[in-house]
């Protein structure tokens, strides 16, 4: 289980055109990261990277609860107001900090 953590996400584009979630997971203790690369299905906006975040997160026993800030890339997908993860994440964890 870890302790408190900070998160960076963006997404890329490998050379088969499929697109990728990358994510490294900071732990309080330095020496503890935790990187993962989630397959991104066909065009996916912020709900559906949520999900699959969720998923991770879930199956690795992360608490998002214990995040206390998350950088992303600039991409729509991350940012929207409507449509990107960073702002569903704040409306259940409202103390997490983002920058980009």
């Excluded at 969720?54 to 997908?77: L, R």
Aim: hydrophobic share 35%; net charge positive.
């Amino acid at each position: 289980m870890l302790s408190y953590f900070a998160s960076q996400f963006g997404e890329s584009t490998d050379a088969s055109n499929c697109a990728n979630l990358l994510s490294c997971i900071i732990c309080e203790k330095i020496y503890q990261r935790r990187v993962c690369c989630i397959n991104l299905p066909g065009r996916t906006i912020g709900s559906g990277i949520l999900r699959l975040l969720n998923a991770y997160f879930s199956e690795k026993e992360i608490d998002w609860g214990k995040c206390i800030g998350v950088c992303t890339d600039e991409d729509a997908n991350m940012t929207s107001y409507r449509l990107g993860v960073f702002p569903k994440i704040k409306v259940a964890y409202k103390e997490i900090l983002w920058t980009h």
